[in-house]
């Protein structure tokens, strides 16, 4: 199963994909987990993120998509995995695109956490001052000025990609407004039975 989740940062991507992980045996490839990985260890990659993630911009797309295709490389996403933040503009999905065609694999589905935006801020502000209640750490981009910046970088730059991906027969939307078992059913709906390893997209067999 390979899968892409979109939506804007609070939409729920992060809690759909561990379950869809349990579910399948698959990985979950987050690029903002990498790159605060990246951050963390002090990597070349790292350093020329770091910044442009404190202030809620997007990392340059060559090195985002270089670090997507060694992650595919390895050999625990060959069974499938699901793309968490992951591409965020319309060339990352193009390098994807040629990324899987080389190796002959076909996409499962785009899944699109469709939210509101003033309820997604009451709900990530509300996260902050919970986590902070709880005295645990809080990441660096996780406050209300960067996050109206990430609402903006996802609306300008992300959002074609809804377009990109509907054009191609892949999206499927879901109301990420709903509570999460209900988002979970309406995903498991959607999906296919069937894995398109080796097969054809579903537009090519129509
Ligand atoms: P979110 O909470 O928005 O889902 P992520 O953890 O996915 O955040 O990403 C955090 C930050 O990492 C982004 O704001 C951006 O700076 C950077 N980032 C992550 N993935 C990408 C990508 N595919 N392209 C460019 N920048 C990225």
Redesign the pocket.
């Known amino acids: 199963m390979r899968l892409i989740l979109l939506g804007?940062?609070?939409a729920g991507?992060g809690t759909q994909a561990q379950r869809l992980v349990a579910k399948y045996g698959i990985v979950q490839l987050?690029?903002?987990?990498m790159?605060?990985a990246a951050v963390k260890a002090g990597t070349p990659v790292g350093r020329q993120?770091q910044e442009?993630?404190a202030r809620?911009?997007?990392?340059p797309?060559d090195v985002?998509v270089e670090i997507v295709a060694q992650r595919i490389e390895q050999p625990d996403a060959r069974k499938g995995f699901i793309l968490?933040?992951?591409?965020?503009?319309v060339p990352?999905a193009a390098a994807l695109d040629r990324m899987l065609a080389e190796r002959n694999l076909a996409l499962d589905g785009v899944i699109e956490l469709r939210v509101d935006e003033d309820a997604l801020i009451k709900r990530i502000e509300r996260r902050i001052e919970e986590m902070k209640a709880r005295g645990e750490a809080l990441r660096e981009?996780d406050n209300p000025e960067v996050l109206h910046r990430?609402l903006k970088?996802y609306r300008e730059q992300t959002s074609p990609l809804i377009d990109y991906y509907r054009d191609k027969g892949a999206l499927i939307t879901v109301n990420g407004m709903a509570p999460i078992p209900e988002v979970a059913a309406a995903i498991d709906r959607a999906l296919p039975a069937e894995p398109a390893i080796g097969k054809k997209s579903r537009r090519e067999r129509r």
């Open positions: 804007p940062p609070g991507k987050s690029t903002g987990d790159l605060r993120a442009i993630m809620g911009g997007l990392v797309d985002v968490d933040g992951f591409p965020r503009t990352q981009d990430r970088a």
